[in-house]
């Protein structure tokens, strides 16, 4: 059996490495799967792809489709050509697309155009009901040709069924990139400007931001910036700045002599700082579980979640995009009444070994 593996983005990489080493583990005990590594292109600099490769132990792709930039209509069309291409010369059994970007959406489309090929979206089911999220259109546009769901949470399966998807196809597994922040925490590595910045453990915030209605109007973004400063008690800002919200910052400059700009950093270095701060901010999904997992209080600057069990169980807190709600979340934060959350059901490392295990069945595959 050959099973395609889709990533293109940095979200990706992490949630794919620990299915391509069950799928290996399910390879040397005699079981006939074989996968084929596809990377989209979608991200192509070294910190937003590349250092992934070498840090989560991902073997060099089997095709690289090198989409690169361009709108979100030019981006999918791009991917959607060089898989169809791909499965024209030589089709697989199964196309795994993982979250919620642009590929996950081009990919599943193309395979089943192609023959009809079965499509398993690991981390199917997920919802904010933003449709003004490319990755809510992404999530559902996927999700209504997919055949296997490999689900995150009940939530999730709540909304596929919902939908009108049925029981047989919902298999509740848990979270792959969980999996891989269990395995690569013993390998965190120490940013080189810890010492340079004078960092100290819980003594810093660490902030991503990147949505369009946080960063593309630089109004909306100087303010946001001015509440961070002004709400952090003194503390530093760790700003790893993705090259979205780069160039927005070259027009608006940056204030607060306690804001420090950075650039992207590599998994095993980003997971570091989050583990050891105070707390972080962001407008990300993935974050908010990787916080929630190693307990850090988490402010998420958007009005709606597609991951609603990292607010209703985890550290994770909706504070909205309205600049005026920053000052009250830190004041929480630094009063000691942030809550302390737990993990969400099988987030337990374990989730690839279910999903490849449940593929292996679905086909019929069995220890030779």
């Known amino acids: 059996m050959l099973i395609d593996i ?3 983005a940095r979200p990706n990489f992490i949630k794919i490495a620990p299915i391509i080493a069950a799928i290996e583990e399910q390879s040397k005990e005699g079981v006939d799967m074989q996968y084929r590594l596809v990377h989209t292109g979608q991200h192509y600099d070294k910190k937003m792809s590349g250092d992934f490769f070498e840090q989560l132990n991902i073997p060099a792709p089997h095709y690289n489709l090198e989409a690169g930039s361009g709108t979100q209509a030019e981006q999918t069309g791009k991917i959607m050509i060089g898989y169809e291409q791909l499965l024209l ?8 697309v993982v979250g919620d970007v642009t590929s996950t959406m081009a990919c599943a489309i193309a395979a089943k155009k192609v023959n ?3 499509v398993a979206h690991v981390e199917g089911g997920i919802r904010s009901g933003d449709l003004t999220m490319p990755e809510e259109i992404n999530r559902i546009v996927t999700d209504s040709i997919t055949d296997y769901f490999f689900t995150t949470s009940e939530v999730a399966n709540e909304n596929l ?3 009108g998807v049925g029981n047989d ?20 590595i120490k940013p080189a400007f810890w010492d340079n910045y004078n960092l100290k453990d819980r003594q810093y915030i660490v902030m ?9 109007n630089k109004e909306i973004l100087k303010e946001i910036l001015h509440e961070i400063v002004k709400a952090s008690n003194g503390l530093p800002v760790i700003f790893p700045v993705h090259p979205r919200t780069s160039k927005m910052l070259d027009v608006i400059g ?8 950075i650039d992207p950093l590599s998994y095993l270095e980003f997971n570091y700082l989050v583990k050891n701060s105070k707390a972080v901010i962001t407008d990300s999904g993935g974050i908010t579980e990787e916080a929630t997992v190693l307990g850090v209080p988490c402010m998420t600057l958007r009005d709606s979640t597609e991951r609603p069990e990292t607010c209703t169980i985890g550290t994770n807190e909706l504070i909205g995009t309205d600049p005026v709600n920053i000052g009250p979340a830190f004041a929480k934060l630094f009063s000691g009444a942030w809550k302390k959350g737990s993990i969400p059901e099988l987030w337990d490392g374990k ?3 279910r999903i490849v295990s449940r593929i292996a069945d679905i086909f019929g595959l069995h220890k030779l």
């Open 6 to 8: 889709i990533a293109g």
């Open 89 to 96: 010369a030589q089709p697989c059994d199964l196309c795994i």
């Open 116 to 118: 009809n090929i079965k």
């Open 161 to 163: 069924r919902k939908a």
């Open 169 to 188: 196809k919902i298999f509740f597994v848990g979270n792959t990139m969980i999996d891989t922040l269990y395995q690569q925490m013993p390998h965190f």
């Open 208 to 216: 991503t931001l990147h949505r369009p209605n946080n960063v593309d």
């Open 254 to 261: 940056i204030e607060g002599s306690n804001l420090l700009k």
């Open 351 to 353: 989730t690839a070994g």
